[in-house]
């Protein structure tokens, strides 16, 4: 298996896997600290927080790329298959403009001054590294949603032979 196959099948799993365990062994360790050692982590609650937004994003985008998020599908149900796949193909359509538009909008978020200088409380990070986790987040997701519309659109190019 090539690398970039074995990126585009696993990245997500494997930075998201990597997230959530730092984030288990953070609250571990702060409840710990906090109920054995009698001293919390001041700078754990924050990080958490931090690590669990970007684990989110990245679990947006590797629902994507499994089809796991929630759909709605009475009315697809009663289509034909056909136009079942025209019905995906517009919704894929749909949810990457929406994915282009979130990208662009918080890059220009993340650009703005008053954004650009600022700094977490406790841990001192800036603020636009936590912003990024969404921008990145919908890009990747948009890459996702564009795999399936190419795997869609092939399946009716199918079809139609």
Same mark, same amino acid.
């Given at each position: 298996? &090539?690398? /970039?196959?074995?990126?585009?099948?696993?990245? $997500?799993?494997?930075?998201?896997?990597?997230?959530?365990?730092?984030?288990?062994?953070? +609250?571990?360790?702060? /409840?710990?600290?906090? @109920?054995?050692?009698?001293? &919390?982590?001041?700078?754990? $609650?924050?990080?958490?927080?931090?690590?669990?937004?970007?684990? /989110?994003?990245?679990?947006?985008? @590797?629902?994507?790329?499994?089809? *796991?998020?929630?759909?709605?599908?009475?009315? !697809? *149900?009663? %289509? &034909? *298959?056909?136009?079942?796949?025209?019905? *995906?193909?517009?919704?894929?359509?749909?949810?990457?403009?929406?994915?282009?538009?979130?990208? +662009? $909008?918080?890059?220009?978020? #993340?650009?703005? =001054?008053?954004?650009? &200088?600022?700094?977490?409380?406790?841990?001192?990070? =800036?603020? =636009? #590294?936590? @912003?990024?986790?969404? =921008?990145?987040?919908?890009?990747?997701?948009?890459?996702? /949603?564009?795999?399936?519309?190419? !795997?869609? %659109?092939?399946?009716?190019?199918?079809?139609?032979?």
């Amino acid at each position: 298996m &090539s690398l /970039v196959k074995w990126i585009d099948l696993n990245i $997500e799993k494997v930075m998201a896997s990597t997230l959530l365990a730092a984030i288990v062994v953070l +609250i571990f360790g702060n /409840v710990f600290m906090r @109920y054995v050692m009698n001293a &919390s982590l001041s700078w754990g $609650e924050e990080l958490t927080l931090w690590l669990f937004v970007w684990f /989110v994003w990245l679990g947006v985008s @590797y629902a994507f790329h499994t089809g *796991d998020h929630v759909r709605i599908t009475v009315l !697809r *149900d009663i %289509l &034909s *298959d056909r136009a079942r796949l025209v019905a *995906d193909v517009v919704i894929a359509l749909l949810v990457l403009g929406f994915l282009v538009m979130l990208t +662009i $909008e918080c890059i220009k978020l #993340i650009m703005l =001054p008053f954004v650009a &200088s600022q700094t977490s409380v406790v841990l001192g990070l =800036p603020i =636009p #590294i936590l @912003y990024a986790s969404a =921008p990145v987040g919908a890009a990747l997701s948009a890459i996702r /949603v564009i795999q399936h519309l190419i !795997r869609t %659109l092939r399946l009716i190019a199918q079809t139609k032979a």
